[in-house]
């Protein structure tokens, strides 16, 4: 069994709930699933390559957010499925519309409202068997639940990503996924209310509903079957020669545009800083003195993931 440390020194009540893992999804042969075919190609592969002596142990600190998210998916998956209808109750619906409800049905009468929770499903492609687990669907529309922080949501958007699993989702299980969108409930773990009454760009709510339009059906097969093939045509490939992580994969954050007004002090503080390149050359030909500095966005995604110890791309960053 694969070891966990503990060099946080975290207390053993919260150190057995971290380390529990309720993961399901057990590969064999060509199996992929669908969150894992959205990661990076080299990211893919090259976790395949890690010897288990290369592999880096992880300590217990590493799983607090994902565990906070797997409690709460797990919280909203008991309300639904132990007594939803009180629920319902206390919220306004009646009694004609609570008795319709059908949490998981093996089959339906006429009338009634199918509500799927944590459903795992697979298909065949390509020799793969490509497997999806979502969190919900509510009459016919999928519901992803994320439990995120506000500074990920204001950093910019995810709605691609979302699009793709959504859509990936759908792929797998179309007898319960009808509908064309998917609604992403984001659970904002550290809300302010004084912030959002003050920033505009701040979430108004600490829960926010977004709908993500999905790609059709053979769109999405189309992107299925050239990712498999990607993987497939680079999987004997030497690591230097491995397609590299985009920028976005990378979640490099946009580059900042100093101006110094001093020339000889670009190592102290920035005059002004810009977002935009052509601002800041602007700005310092006005002033008819100075120097535009360009400090290149950081690399984020690296320090993440599995691949780390044999990638030799991330050595050429400045990592957040």
């Known amino acids: ?7 946080s020194g975290i207390s ?11 993961y399901d999804f ?20 090259l976790r395949e390559r890690l010897s288990p002596e290369a592999r880096q142990t992880p300590d217990v600190s590493d799983f607090i957010a994902s565990r906070l998210g797997h409690t709460i998916h797990d919280g ?3 309300a639904w499925t132990h007594d939803y209808a009180t629920s319902l109750r ?3 619906y009646p009694q004609s519309l609570i008795e319709k409800v059908k949490i998981n049905p093996t089959d339906l009468a006429e009338g009634e409202i199918p509500i799927w929770l944590e459903q795992r499903g697979s298909r065949q492609i390509m020799g793969y068997t490509l497997s999806g687990k979502f969190d919900m669907v509510l009459e016919g529309t999928l519901q992803d639940f994320k439990s995120t922080s506000v500074y990920s949501w204001m950093l910019g958007s995810k709605d691609e990503d979302y699009c793709l699993q959504g859509s990936i989702y759908r792929w797998i299980h179309q007898d319960k996924i009808t509908e064309d969108h998917i609604n992403i409930q984001f659970i904002f773990t550290d ?4 912030q959002s009454k003050q920033n505009p760009k701040y979430p108004q709510q600490r829960v926010l509903e977004h709908r993500v339009e999905l790609m059709s059906l053979s769109e999405t097969e189309a992107w299925i079957k050239t990712r498999l093939r990607h993987l497939e045509a680079s999987a004997e490939l030497p690591e230097e020669s491995l397609p590299e992580c985009t920028d976005a994969e990378l979640w490099r954050t946009a580059p900042v545009y100093k101006y110094f007004s001093d020339p000889s002090k670009i190592s102290g503080r920035a005059t002004k800083n810009f977002d935009n ?11 008819g003195k100075g120097i535009v500095i360009t400090v290149n966005g950081k690399v984020k995604a690296c320090a993440y993931c599995p691949a780390f110890p044999i990638c030799s791309q991330k050595d050429r960053y400045e990592h957040a």
């Open 1 to 7: 069994m694969a070891q966990i440390t503990n060099i």
């Open 277 to 287: 390149i052509n601002e800041a050359n602007r700005f310092c030909a006005e002033k």
């Open 12 to 22: 053993l009540p919260l150190a057995v709930w971290l380390a529990a893992d309720g």
């Open 191 to 194: 809300w302010s209310r004084a």
């Open 90 to 92: 206390k919220l306004g």
């Open 26 to 45: 057990f590969p064999e042969g060509k199996s992929i699933s669908a969150t894992a075919l959205l990661k990076p190609v080299r990211q893919i592969l």
């Open 76 to 78: 909203i998956e008991k």
